[in-house]
């Protein structure tokens, strides 16, 4: 069996092809549990190459349709984990690239999937900020309605239609997770809108400080690394036929403020010897004002009877961010 996992070369898409290495096995297009044989992982850049026979690194822009018919090929046996995506601060910024890599990037994708042998898995990374607007409620759920207020959102909520659409069709068989922000990322910031959510764990816990953009009372969605790759593997897993109409699922996730974050700091700094550094205000208005338009807390109630996991408590997302990352920082 070959994977497909784009976005391959950045943290969740790296940690999602190791844990599938080690997992070994996966429900096919036969419906069986197939050994995975290869993972191709496409991204514009690698940091790290791979020195698993098993993977495959291909460098390319998945809004170029040969560089994902490279990747696919011949294989008659496929599954496709689609994580490839401008973050949100870049889509503000590059409307016109935010719609060629996120919406014709995304097409690709699931045009290539769709005339694949064996009517493929599809697992799409959504994104809880397709939600938005003034009638947003709290928390969100799978059942509010979508009005994204940023560029990034609304790609998403459109390849989630899509997914949906193409589903019905009998194209290929796809599902969405519907992310809430992901912690805790390693290296340093990025232009995501969110970079701050990771920042302020990561950055103290490196002796260093983080310049916080958004208020310190600000609540946001919330959920592990390790979370989110066994929820790709959980919703890649689930039989069809439990599914239905909607393949978009909210994870669950905590609701975390800087408040907050700074406390759980507090208290694992009296467990473990080390100093850590400061959360210091630096509003950013631009920031806020992307953020004030996310929900600030997530309701994950269909995605639990799914049989996907709920987050540790936020104490253990940190413990285990420091148990896989700290060392390399």
Known sequence: ???????????????????????????????????????????????????????????????????????????????????????SGECENRYDDALRVNLDGGRNIFEAARVAAGRPRVVFASSIASFGGASMPTPVSDLAKQTPQTTYGMTKAICELLVNDHTRKGHFD???????????????????ASSWASGMFREPLNGETCE????????????????????????????????????AYGLPAHRVTPTLAEQILRDLTEEKDFVLGQIADAFDPRIQAIVDTWPTAADGTRALALGLPEPPPLKHIVQQYLETFAQAE
Do not use: C, W, Y
Not at 74 to 83: E, G, P, Q, V, Y
Not at 229 to 247: K, N, Q, T
């Open 212 to 247: 916080l953009p958004v208020h310190r009372d600000q609540p946001h969605p919330m959920t592990g690394f390790r979370t989110v790759v066994d929820s790709f593997i959980a919703l890649h897993e689930v039989p069809e036929d439990r599914l239905g109409d909607d393949r």
């Open 174 to 192: 796809g599902r969405s997770a519907r992310l809430p922000t992901v912690i805790i990322r390693p290296g340093k910031p990025n232009a995501a």
């Open 1 to 87: 069996m070959k994977i497909i996992i784009t976005g391959g070369g950045g943290f969740l898409g790296s940690q999602l092809a190791t844990t599938l290495l080690n997992r070994g096995r996966l429900t096919g297009p036969s419906g069986g549990q197939e050994p995975i044989d290869v993972i191709i992982l496409i991204d514009a850049r690698f940091i790290t190459p791979q020195n698993d026979p098993r993977m495959q690194q291909i460098v390319g822009d998945i809004s170029n349709r040969d560089v994902i018919n490279e990747a696919i090929g011949s294989a008659k046996n496929i599954s496709i984990f689609h994580l490839a995506s401008m973050v």
